[in-house]
């Protein structure tokens, strides 16, 4: 029976926790796909990548606005994806070589299952540790609609990898997956159809952002809303969802983007002393220990918002204590923000309005319109906004969504004011703001306060 003095289950954010500090150490990394996980391989690089080249082409498409001539064809899909992947492949591809190179360090390209306390069965050996991380990610979740398992539907884990761009994808969703890759394949000339079953994109959004979303995807393709699926159906090339009322939508790819779930299933956890809650989550504590003793737990099986930003941070925490088991720093998740990358951008940190209504929390607000400041002029955006609540005693930043161009880029602002412990006059105030630049966004928002 092999042996390890740590065993970390998954190669993305769980493969940043070796350090020189562990040269002495017999160290484990199991691995079943790419390294670099999720993220680098099927997430946030690639996807980000792929926005990117999304805005340029329809940056091009409504050049006019600007009073420009310009225009924007269908893309060279082989050449947008093959400039994405073929770097992000050989990343993932020297990561792993690097992991095997080292004495120290053996890699399995198996996925676990835990068989009892600290052993896992890894490829039909049975491996055990003194100390286990399991950091072994999320998949896609796929509803349970009559027929869909007779479909070839992709998800985000293959849809970006596609061989030719789809002439009309239908994307089922309405969460950020969704909204992020119906922007990328109408950006890039794709057809696209939006199928949700809500009355607005993004739920747990702030609900003016989920507004102000939705009528614009609305405008810019077919989104349609409030559909209840019968069945799912393959015929002659085509995918077919038939709607409760007897309509249909066809289209020559079916994106299936409602939701992720945790991995913790695949790996037996429970064999291995490790509890999760009603919705599969490892259970951890506030330093991230499951309830196995010497086991932790990082990352999209124990975060249910599934951020690579959080994920990192965690591993940091981990790697810590795994070296020093006197250290009881625990984790901070007091100011997490969140971004999603369609068009327009939005990005949020904090509770909701809706939120704190429903936590009887008081709270004064302030919204801005992009168009009301000078470099909302320059870019002629007439939907974006910044909208900001705070504590009408304290005057603390409670929390912060903004829809528009650059919208991750600006709440970073309110992040670091937030977790300096500064309120909102002296984020307001006590500093120079460039003008006319467009963070006067968030400093004109902030003075409505």
């Not at 509803?143 to 239908?170: E, F, K, W």
């Not at 720093?329 to 904090?350: K, L, M, W």
């Amino acid at each position: 029976m092999t042996h390890h003095d740590l065993l970390i289950l998954g190669g993305g954010s769980g493969n940043t926790i070796v350090g020189p500090e562990h040269d002495d150490w017999d160290v484990g990394i199991a691995e079943p796909a790419e390294f670099g996980g999720t993220c680098m391989n099927r997430g946030c690089i690639p996807s980000k990548m792929l926005v990117h080249a999304a805005d340029v082409s329809l940056a091009a498409r409504n050049g006019q606005r600007l009073g420009l001539r310009t225009s924007a064809a269908a893309a060279d899909w082989p050449a947008v994806r093959d400039r994405v992947f073929n770097r992000i492949d050989s990343i993932a591809a020297n990561g792993l070589a690097y992991r095997e190179s080292l004495e120290n360090v053996t890699v399995y390209r198996h996925s676990a299952r835990f068989i009892n306390d600290r052993t896992v069965d890894l490829g039909g050996e049975a491996v055990t540790a003194d100390r286990i991380v399991l950091a072994i990610g999320a998949r896609p979740s796929i509803p349970a609609i009559p027929g869909i398992t007779t479909v070839p539907y992709r998800t985000s884990d293959d849809v970006m990898r596609l061989d030719t761009l789809p002439q009309h994808l239908v994307v089922l969703g309405g969460g950020f997956i969704a909204v992020e890759m119906a922007h990328i394949f109408d950006g890039l000339g794709s057809r696209v159809t939006i199928v949700h079953r809500g009355d607005q994109l993004l739920r747990g959004t702030d609900d003016d952002i989920r507004r102000r979303l939705t009528a614009t995807y609305t405008e810019r393709m077919d989104v349609q809303l409030n559909t209840s699926i019968e069945r799912a159906e393959f015929l002659n090339g085509a995918h077919r969802l038939i709607f409760s009322d007897g309509s249909t939508i066809e289209g020559d790819q079916l994106l299936v983007a409602t939701g992720r779930i945790p991995n913790a299933d695949l790996a037996d956890v429970a064999a291995g002393g490790i509890g999760v809650n009603e919705h599969g989550y490892v259970i951890t504590d506030e330093r991230l220990r499951t309830t196995a003793e010497k086991v932790w737990a990082l990352g999209d099986v124990t975060n249910p918002v599934q951020l690579k930003h959080t994920a990192n941070d965690e591993a940091r925490l981990v790697a810590r204590q795994l070296i020093d088991d006197a250290d009881h720093t625990t984790i901070d998740r007091r100011f997490v923000p969140h971004a999603i990358f369609g068009h327009p951008q939005i990005a949020s940190v904090g509770p909701t309005e809706a939120e704190l209504l429903a936590a009887a929390r008081p709270y004064v607000v302030a919204v801005r319109d992009y168009s009301e400041t000078a470099y909302g002029w320059a870019m002629e955006d007439e939907s974006g906004f910044a909208k900001v609540l705070a504590d009408p005693e304290t005057r603390e930043l409670l929390g912060a969504h903004i829809i528009g161009p650059q919208a991750p880029t600006l709440v970073q602002l309110l992040v670091q004011g937030m977790a300096a412990g500064l309120t909102v006059d002296d984020m307001a105030r006590n500093q120079l703001w460039i003008h006319p630049a467009m963070p006067e966004l968030v400093e004109q928002a902030l003075l409505a306060l």
